[in-house]
């Protein structure tokens, strides 16, 4: 006897198979149609934390003259009403970080611009999440005109991967995946499916980590807290760990709080804080020396810390890629990704305050022995990404010179 879900899987696949193929078409005629010159390049932005994925490339072909640059912004998105229809700080953000170079708000009185009347080459998304953007900005729309290219606004901690999905990537034309095992890995599975070129040129956001200043004073403590419980998206100890870290912080050492953007939002809408609650938390910890990081490019607050606590997040092969201690809060739910089973050696894994408490206690005192576990992972499975931007914009060339250009 059929169930509903049989009814919804008939369903579903067929519709997602042709929308699948309808962005092949459009691809395919993309990728043997010549470039202007200079190359025009749009990057569709939206959330100020995650500028600094893609900000290395932006500014490279900013100021070179084989490229012409345009920053779309996008409202950002409102998780409470989903509508991203209104502007905050996220415009002057971006204006600031435009560097002089063009840029164009995406929506005006209410409507979205029409991005295909630009005549870009290539638009660089900063997150393939089509349903948090306006419908007129969707991948799936503008892959019909222009070839659609994405950095990953994170790495992957699970597997399977839950930000490589069918729906993101079936409309992509060249997408920088942030390791050769992920490169290799989807190529194998699109074969043949559509023409897109899935490559690893280095991840930027691990190009700018590895240049961060590698000395370890083990004296101020970074708390990067997880925005949701769900075992699929989330993994968060905050409620755990918070107590016991907001007495810990009141102690010499300095400790620096940056939850997830989305983590007081969601856990109001959860029912797990009210907004007074959150409030009163946040003047304790202001209370007791508490820092709530308040920079925008989480490279700035590295540069302040010197030994990591995080939930399951892509912040932890970031921070990793500094040299310093990393104390992962372990959510084993499911199995590791590549990227995470290449680091894991080198992280201390904690499962409750106790163990928390005493690797902490340890690393305070200088007693670091994975130091060197880290450095020679990072020595050996990292070289690809130190020069990842310049790898980038030379593979962009690289196909509008296959293509060529138009006269």
């Known amino acids: 006897m059929s169930t509903k879900n049989d009814v919804i899987r008939v369903i579903k696949y067929p519709v997602r198979r042709a929308r699948g193929l309808k962005s092949a078409r459009f691809i395919n005629k993309l990728a043997n149609t010549p470039s202007s010159r200079p190359v025009k390049v749009g990057f569709i932005v939206q959330m100020p934390q995650l500028?600094?994925?893609?900000?290395?490339?932006?500014?490279?072909?900013?100021?070179?003259?084989?490229?012409?640059t345009t920053m779309i912004i996008v409202p950002k998105f409102d998780i409470s009403t989903y509508k991203c229809d209104t502007y905050g700080s996220e415009l002057d953000f971006f204006i600031s970080h435009a560097l002089g170079g063009k840029y164009i708000r995406a929506v005006n009185d209410g409507k979205c611009i029409d991005l295909s009347t630009l005549g870009l080459d290539y638009v660089f998304y900063?997150?393939?999440?089509?349903?948090?953007i306006p419908p007129e900005l969707s991948s799936t729309e503008v892959c019909h005109y222009t070839r659609v290219c994405y950095i990953p606004y994170s790495t992957t901690e699970t597997s399977p991967s839950t930000i490589y999905e069918d729906a993101c990537l079936r409309d992509l034309y060249l997408g920088f995946l942030e390791d050769d095992i992920s490169a290799e890995k989807y190529s194998k599975k699109y074969k043949g499916r559509y023409h897109k070129r899935l490559v690893s040129e280095g991840y930027p956001e691990f190009e700018k980590c590895m240049k961060l200043d590698r000395s370890c004073s083990y004296k101020t403590i970074l708390w990067t807290p997880r925005w949701s419980y769900d075992s699929r998206s989330g993994g968060s100890h905050f409620f755990e760990y918070n107590d016991f870290l907001t007495e810990y912080g009141n102690m010499p050492h300095k400790l620096i709080v940056r939850p997830h953007p989305l983590m007081w939002d969601n856990?109001?809408?959860?029912g797990r804080i009210t907004p007074e609650e959150a409030e009163n938390l946040k003047a304790k910890w202001q209370e007791k020396g508490i820092v709530t990081d308040s920079n925008v490019e989480i490279e700035d607050t590295f540069d302040?810390?010197?030994?990591?606590?995080s939930d399951r997040s892509s912040v932890i092969p970031m921070f990793f890629l500094t040299g310093k201690p990393v104390i992962y809060c372990a959510f084993d739910s499911g199995r590791y990704s590549d990227l995470y089973n290449i680091i894991l050696p080198g992280i201390y894994r904690v499962y409750d305050q106790e163990q928390l408490e005493k690797t902490l206690d340890q690393l305070l005192s200088g007693e670091d022995p994975l130091r060197e576990k880290r450095?020679?992972?990072i020595d050996k499975h990292f070289k690809t990404s130190e020069n990842a931007t310049e790898r980038i914009v030379r593979c962009i060339l690289d196909d509008c010179s296959r293509r060529g250009y138009t006269s």
């Open 51 to 68: 500028w600094q994925k893609t900000s290395s490339v932006y500014e490279k072909m900013l100021v070179m003259e084989e490229f012409e």
């Open 126 to 132: 900063q997150r393939m999440y089509n349903d948090f």
């Open 267 to 270: 856990f109001i809408k959860e």
């Open 304 to 309: 302040q810390a010197d030994i990591m606590i």
């Open 375 to 377: 450095l020679e992972i």
